[in-house]
């Protein structure tokens, strides 16, 4: 059974910034594309970026520019670094990999003065 384990979520002022990270448990991943999505209450998890193991990158147009996907496939590590972070982006955060097969527990990122 493979883990996606998040860490790195919290509270944060609008303009600041938060850097995510979600390790897998299996090696095989570092071969699978990775991403995260987001979810707030009442609506659907959607894409907020994903990367190939090769290192291609997708981001959703709401995050394009401010946030920043990224890997380390030697640690089986996908990271999230988010800037300029807005109140919109308060969701919980949940890790995948291996289209869509696994996924993390989540964790929240809320942004409030």
């Known amino acids: 059974q493979v883990q996606l384990v998040e860490s790195g979520g919290g509270l944060v002022q609008p303009g600041g910034s938060l850097r995510l990270s979600c390790v897998a448990s299996?090696?095989?991943?570092?071969?699978?594309?990775m991403g995260w999505y987001r979810q707030v209450p009442g609506k659907q998890r959607d894409l907020v970026a994903s990367i190939s193991s090769s290192g291609s990158t997708n981001y959703a147009d709401s995050v394009m520019g401010r946030f920043t996907i990224s890997r380390d496939n030697a640690k089986v590590t996908v990271y999230l670094q988010m800037n300029n972070l807005k109140p919109e982006d308060t969701a919980v955060y949940y890790c995948?990999?291996?289209?869509?097969?696994?996924w993390g527990q989540g964790t929240q990122v809320t942004v409030s003065s």
């Open positions: 995948t990999a291996g289209a869509q097969r696994y």
């Open positions: 299996a090696r095989f991943i570092s071969t699978r594309t």
